[in-house]
């Protein structure tokens, strides 16, 4: 039961004339009971659609005395796989059993238990009623006139529900009760809850995302197209040392070759890299995809059995380590440092890979069971990428801090902006990251702009120590909207994104304003580029605005699915129901 601070509630209500309610009273033949049945029913189902947590119990008027502090308690189980008319019969049996049960209860114990029943129920409804119920939710009175019209009052708390759903509420119930003779047999959970015109704006105009980019190339292509662009800019800074653009391109080249002549390394291969955050691991994830493989990146802090369970179920072929790592696992494990460089006009490269074979694979955090290998094809990452840059403006005098683990997916995002754009990756050594005042000082002495951290984190920086940046992305965790404001006042840009590692990083992008000061949650935002997302309920129906639901995505930067877990797939990635040949998640 969510239990409410002293609110006074909000009101409003709808009259319903006469000549929509000829089925109704036909229906009904004016029985109070009957009509208080078919009352409770349309309202309970509207609230089992509406109300993610709504579980069927509501406390009620006793429609049998009218008098003052008589009320029941209904608690029944409400199926929307069933028609409207089986939910009736099954709501007239609990409200007949429910008052046969009150008549053997004394009326001195009835007033003792309903001043107090009616905190054990956010949801009431009384018909035509003289009871004073305290409205601890949604309180629902129906009066039925002289005249025969219908009024449906309801009162509501705002802080239990929004009054956009009460208004979806009071829409559907009209709109159902005037049709209840076309809507008997409709099964409940297919009773549409918006209009067209929503319909056409949720699923339509708020999804219109379709922007060209280059779908026919890979990471590797638009990284080296960069190099001709940018060649002398500096890509990397690590360890207080610079590397240019064609300084990195010439290292991706020689390790690529080493590797293409040292080892069978077929395309599509998956070669791990168990490396710390530095140039090299940076190089290896670039001469991964020169090769045609498909990168996976390993954290080096993660214990051994999590390592030897990735190698093992992602099938990897070879892992690019240093001496510290060699022989951690049971693969072929290659020392990048003991490697001698090749030049790359010795070597016959194989095939490059395509825009729709696999960039990378990353493993969830495993945190509901086993971890889950996710597969990433490269034109969804290029699409998130070239996206974020577009919205971000991120250019070649940015400075780019590269903050997130080697294994989250995140780590890719920092990458790729920085080098498809001429951007500067500056990569900070793990020691410095865990304490935030020391990281405060690198970022303001590399004179970093464009910084991505968790909400958490961000947190722990002051005002004063983040003065430098340009550009504040948050993700991973609900954003603090006051820290978000305290940011944008500085004149800082800051983003709120979101997206599961299911879908190449980043899914929604919101820009923090300040007509966000007064918000509780700060907006995850609009889908990217070439991106749908849509909020349904459990049997894939839209829902209003407002209402909670869950969130299905689709569009470019869906994942394949996940490794060696086919039903798993099956039941997460299956076809959009919206757009033909389109999958979601």
């Known amino acids: 039961v969510y239990k409410l601070k002293e609110t006074p509630p909000f009101n409003q209500s709808i009259i319903i004339g006469t000549e929509e309610l000829n089925y109704f009273y036909k229906l009904t033949n004016k029985n109070l009971i009957a009509q208080y049945t078919v009352i409770t029913a349309i309202y309970s189902f509207l609230l089992k659609r509406l109300i993610h947590e709504f579980e069927g119990v509501m406390l009620s008027s006793d429609p049998q005395t009218n008098l003052p502090n008589a009320a029941i308690f209904l608690s029944y189980n409400i199926d929307l796989n069933k028609s409207f008319k089986n939910h009736l019969q099954k709501t007239k049996n609990e409200i007949l059993e429910t008052l046969a049960h009150t008549d053997h209860v004394s009326m001195a114990f009835k007033k003792q238990i309903v001043k107090n029943l009616y905190t054990f129920s956010n949801y009431s409804i009384h018909i035509n009623s003289n009871t004073a119920f305290d409205c601890n939710g949604i309180l629902v009175n129906a009066v039925l006139k002289e005249g025969g019209d219908l009024e449906i009052q309801i009162s509501y708390i705002e802080n239990f529900v929004n009054g956009i759903v009460i208004n979806c509420l009071i829409s559907c119930f009209h709109d159902f009760i005037r049709n209840l003779e076309s809507n008997m047999d409709i099964h409940l959970s297919a009773y549409p809850l918006v209009s067209e015109e929503q319909r056409q704006q949720v699923l339509i105009n708020f999804n219109a995302t379709k922007i060209d980019y280059p779908s026919d190339k890979t990471i590797l292509h638009i990284f080296e197209d960069q190099v001709a662009k940018t060649g002398d800019n500096t890509a990397l800074v690590f360890d207080g040392k610079k590397i240019s653009y064609k300084e990195l391109s010439r290292r991706v080249d020689q390790l690529a070759s080493s590797l293409f002549l040292n080892f069978k ?321």
């Open 265 to 585: 390394i077929n395309k599509g291969s998956v070669i791990g890299v168990l490396l710390p955050k530095s140039a090299e691991s940076i190089t290896s994830f670039l001469a991964v995809l020169k090769l045609g493989a498909i990168y996976l990146p390993i954290d080096t802090t993660y214990p051994q059995e999590r390592i030897n369970y990735i190698i093992a179920d992602s099938g990897l072929t070879i892992l690019l380590t240093n001496s510290t790592f060699t022989g951690v696992a049971s693969c072929t494990t290659v020392d990048i440092e003991s490697l001698v460089p090749i030049p790359v006009s010795e070597v016959n490269f194989p095939i490059a890979s395509a825009s729709n074979d696999l960039a990378y694979i990353i493993y969830t955090s495993g945190s509901t069971g086993y971890p889950k290998g996710v597969m990433i094809e490269h034109h969804s990452v290029l699409n998130m990428v070239l996206a974020q840059i577009s919205f971000w403006g991120i250019n070649s005098a940015d400075r780019v801090v590269w903050f997130a683990s080697v294994a989250f997916d995140a780590s890719i995002s920092e990458i790729l902006m920085c080098l498809h754009s001429g951007a500067a990756l500056y990569i900070p050594d793990t020691q410095i990251i865990k304490d935030s005042r020391k990281f405060a000082r690198y970022i303001n002495d590399s004179k970093i702009t464009v910084t991505t951290f968790p909400p958490s984190y961000l947190d722990l920086l002051s005002s004063e120590e983040v003065r430098g940046l340009r550009c504040i992305i948050t993700a991973g965790e609900a954003a603090n909207p006051v820290k978000a404001i305290e940011i944008v006042h500085q004149g800082i840009d800051y983003y709120n994104a979101y997206g599961p590692t299911e879908c190449a990083v980043c899914t929604t992008i919101h820009k923090v304003n300040l007509l966000d000061k007064n918000v509780k949650n700060l907006s995850i935002g609009k889908p990217i580029s070439n991106t749908k997302v849509y909020i349904l309920d459990e049997n894939l129906q839209v829902l209003p605005i407002g209402v909670v639901g869950k969130l299905y995505i689709s569009g470019a930067g869906l994942s394949r699915g996940y490794v060696n877990k086919s039903n798993l797939t099956k039941e997460k990635f299956f076809s959009n129901p919206f757009e033909d040949g389109m999958r979601m998640y």
